[in-house]
Antibody, heavy 119, light 108 residues
Framework: EVHLLESGGGLVQPGGSLRLSCAAS????????MSWVRQAPGKGLEWISG????????DSAASVKGRFTISRDNARNTLYLQINSLRADDTAVYYC????????????WGQGTLVTVSS | EIVMTQSPATLSVSPGERATLSCRAS??????LAWYQQKPGQAPRLLIF???TRATGIPDRFSGSGSGTQFTLTISSLQSEDFAVYYC??????????FGGGTKVEIK
């Protein structure tokens, strides 16, 4: 069974940093591209970034470009999101998702980790 | 960037009735369109991909149709567990992947 478990969220002050992790199990992690998607409280879904199996990252969403960095460790079956220069509007639940197929279809999602940016 | 627009924002339906949700793309996404269901406090769950193919384990009361710029998700007979928010997402032109704003299906 595919399982994705995010961690690393929490309360952080504006301007601060966090590193989110997503531990994958139940599938061959190194064979799948991966995504990060976020959801602000009461709002819709926003794709942030994606990364190829070999570690090459896709261009990120404009809202996070230059501040967020996606990476992966295939030996540890773990996806990461380094988030810097946090702003109040970065407050959201952050989901990791597996990518299936030749298009960027997100087929399995983790339960998410909440990041709250507040002073 | 392709903009995805869903309508209506809220749909009030009685259990057992049919629900029809719409999704429009600002330009063609071919059939690279997915639908997700999200319940409060839960992650999105993939329902439909390729505009019309049900994901594993999805009941056949869920069906998708359309191509190009106009898509529809139909729930033939709403069950209590179907009341949720539904999102469409295009994965034809990326980055960025883009989602619609969602349709909330609520009990009438």
């Amino acid at each position: 069974e595919v399982h994705l478990l995010e961690s690393g969220g929490g309360l952080v002050q504006p301007g601060g940093s966090l590193r989110l992790s997503c531990a994958a199990s139940g599938f061959t992690f190194s064979s799948y591209d991966m995504s990060w998607v976020r959801q602000a409280p009461g709002k819709g879904l926003e794709w942030i970034s994606g990364i190829r199996v070999g570690g090459v990252s896709m261009d990120s969403a404009a809202s996070v470009k230059g501040r967020f960095t996606i990476s992966r460790d295939n030996a540890r079956n773990t996806l990461y999101l380094q988030i810097n220069s946090l702003r109040a509007d970065d407050t959201a639940v952050y989901y990791c998702a597996r990518v299936e197929g030749s298009g960027w279809l997100n087929d399995y999602w983790g339960q998410g980790t909440l990041v709250t940016v507040s002073s | 960037e392709i903009v995805m627009t869903q309508s209506p924002a809220t749909l009030s339906v009685s259990p057992g009735e049919r629900a029809t949700l719409s999704c429009r793309a600002s330009r063609s996404v071919s059939n690279k369109l997915a639908w997700y269901q999200q319940k409060p406090g839960q992650a999105p769950r993939l329902l439909i991909f390729g505009a019309s193919t049900r994901a594993t384990g999805i009941p056949d009361r869920f069906s998708g149709s359309g191509s190009g710029t106009q898509f529809t998700l139909t729930i033939s007979s709403l069950q209590s567990e179907d009341f949720a928010v539904y999102y469409c997402q295009q994965y034809n032109n990326w980055p960025p992947l883009t989602f619609g704003g969602g349709t909330k299906v609520e009990i009438k």
